[in-house]
């Protein structure tokens, strides 16, 4: 993660905050100094999961997303199929020097890298949470396995099996 994260501005993309909220883990994101939610995501997160938006422990401020995105993420656009959430997220990444962004969708996340944007997803915030003492590891655990039955969030089971694994093993 970013240096000391209580001074992090990370930005979101829909996934992250659909998920966490689903998992009722959405305040691991308090200790962020802001979560910044382009228009594209707030809207697509209104649809989803509107409760979400109006967690009072947690620090997601709406942003406009920069009317130029610049060609290299035009380019980027282009290559790697996404969403206009997942472009104005990249965009406002750039715009505000934030020191992360989140997505759970995997062209989103290689675009970011590609763009040299450090990028996490859910999964990263909950093993996180175990570093940063927010939750213990019994209680990531129990998490990460309710994930296919109480999460939206796409992840091969042997993937997630793998992250179950190692988290077990520390």
């Known amino acids: 993660m970013a240096r000391s994260d209580r001074l992090s501005v990370v930005v979101c993309d829909a996934g992250p905050i659909i998920h966490l909220d689903e998992l009722e883990s959405l305040p691991l ?16 997160v209104s649809r989803h999961r509107p409760q979400s938006l109006k967690h009072p422990e947690v620090p997601l401020r709406w942003v406009s997303a920069p009317p130029v995105i610049g060609p290299d993420l035009a380019a980027v656009s282009r290559l790697f199929p996404l969403h ?11 715009v505000s020097q934030a020191d992360l962004m989140l997505t759970d969708d995997t062209a989103a996340r ?3 890298r590609h763009l040299g944007i450090p990028v996490h997803g859910s999964i990263g915030i909950l093993l996180r949470a175990i570093r940063r003492g927010q939750r213990s590891r019994d209680e990531i655990l129990a998490l990460l396995r309710l994930i296919p039955n109480r999460s939206t969030l796409h992840i091969k089971p042997a993937l997630l099996a793998d992250i179950i694994r190692q988290v077990e093993d520390r």
């Not at 994101?29 to 995501?41: E, G, K, M, T, Y």
């Not at 206009?84 to 750039?94: C, D, F, I, K, M």
Request: charged share 25%; proline share 3%.
């Open 29 to 44: 994101l308090r200790d962020f100094r802001a979560v910044l939610v382009p228009q594209a995501v707030w809207d697509e």
């Open 110 to 112: 290689l675009a970011a």
């Open 84 to 94: 206009e959430g997942e472009t104005q997220a990249l965009s406002v990444a750039r």
